[in-house]
């Protein structure tokens, strides 16, 4: 395969035409052996650099779709590379993005946490233990949920939460022995439905 036309499409992107009309994508980050240098009319790949620019391409499409569903929320790494894989990208493409779009900033798990606990505050009314739990299923590791769920309980008490949880099971004729077993399957703690249940 033999490069027949470059163009600079942004500071690290390259389109490259090579023979046969075939079109690619290549990030510099996504390359390990093709350099700049090689994006060149009539330069030659051989086998490992026709392969390295098809992953690179790869990557790019992966990376471009990863940055829709961004323009459109935050997502975790881990959602996201959910949603990739379901579009049938392969793992390796996607790894290789969602790493580039990690380390410029655009994905951020914590920024993700942050966006997820404060659209939950306004009709969910779960404890800390429930929040963290949820969050960690959604691929979020401990210590970037612990985090948000720091920053979270700074802006809203966890008992003014318990007190909105137990106001709701109030408002819907729960059962007064059935309350306290609702609030801790909610993930509070029993000092603060404690808290909560004694002011009542």
């Not at 330069?43 to 992966?62: I, K, M, P, R, V």
């Not at 960690?136 to 802006?155: H, Y």
Request: glycine residues 4%; hydrophobic residues 35%; proline residues 1%.
């Amino acid at each position: 395969m033999v490069i027949i036309d470059t163009k600079q499409v942004s500071s690290d992107v390259y389109k490259i035409t090579v023979s046969g009309n075939l079109l690619f994508f290549a990030r510099k980050e996504y390359l390990k052996i093709l350099t700049e240098e090689n994006f060149i009319p009539g330069f030659e790949l051989n086998e490992e650099l026709f392969e390295e620019l098809t992953d690179s391409s790869l990557a790019f499409s992966c990376e471009t779709k990863a940055l829709s569903y961004l323009a459109r929320a935050e997502q975790s790494y881990y959602g996201l590379s959910l949603k990739l894989l379901k579009k049938g990208f392969h793992k390796k493409y996607i790894e290789m993005a969602l790493d580039y779009l990690k380390s410029s900033g655009v994905l951020d798990d914590l920024r993700f946490c942050e966006s997820w606990l404060n659209s939950r505050k306004i009709s969910h009314f779960e404890g800390r233990k429930k929040l963290l739990n949820e969050l960690q299923v959604r691929g979020i590791s401990k210590t970037d949920a612990n985090s948000a769920l720091d920053s979270f309980f700074k802006e809203i008490s966890e008992e003014d939460l318990c007190r909105k949880a137990y106001d709701k099971l109030i408002r819907k004729n729960t059962l007064k022995e059935k309350i306290i077993p609702s609030l801790v399957k909610n993930g509070f703690s029993y000092s603060v439905i404690k808290s909560v249940v004694n002011c009542q």
